[in-house]
């Protein structure tokens, strides 16, 4: 049987530099086969939890800069936001998009929502 040929899955990880300002860059998830399903059907190795919950913003919310207390995953849900990290760089994310925030220390990122929709995201809390 011949492997298909998947687009990769792909994660925005959000860390602090040595510099000690945050930066985003793109991660490809690793996938394997799952053992028994169909030769299309692969997964990520596990994430342990610590909690997850959804989070309800108002549009027009601005939070200045500061850090995420535990790494997490951001999964928007619906609405858009903009995170800013050093160097004025911006990310816009939309639904669907899957952010791991992991810039713990350091100057920290900037969000807002942005248009006049609500925010809404999965926070998936993986450590502390």
Same mark, same amino acid.
């Given at each position: 049987?011949? +492997?298909? @040929?998947? #687009? ?9 530099? +040595?510099?000690?300002?945050? =930066? $985003?860059? @793109? ?6 086969? &799952? ?9 990520? #190795? ?14 027009? $919310?601005?939070?200045?800069? =500061? ?16 995170? *800013?990290?050093? %160097? *004025?760089?911006?990310?816009? +994310? @939309?639904?669907? @998009? &899957?952010?791991? +925030? #992991?810039?713990?220390? %350091? ?16 926070? &998936?809390?993986?450590?502390?």
């Amino acid at each position: 049987m011949i +492997a298909q @040929q998947h #687009e990769p899955a792909t994660v925005t990880r959000r860390y602090t530099g +040595a510099d000690g300002l945050s =930066h $985003f860059e @793109q991660v490809n998830v690793k996938l394997s086969p &799952v053992p028994g399903a169909h030769a299309s059907v692969e997964r990520s #190795e596990p994430v342990s939890r610590k909690n997850s919950y959804v989070v309800h913003i108002a549009p027009g $919310f601005l939070e200045d800069w =500061h850090n995420p207390d535990v790494p997490r995953y951001v999964i928007t849900i619906r609405g858009r936001t903009e995170m *800013e990290v050093a %160097g *004025e760089q911006k990310l816009v +994310a @939309q639904p669907g @998009q &899957v952010v791991l +925030a #992991e810039d713990l220390t %350091g100057k920290g990122h900037r969000f807002r929502v942005l248009g006049d929709s609500d925010w809404v995201a999965l926070f &998936v809390d993986t450590g502390k």
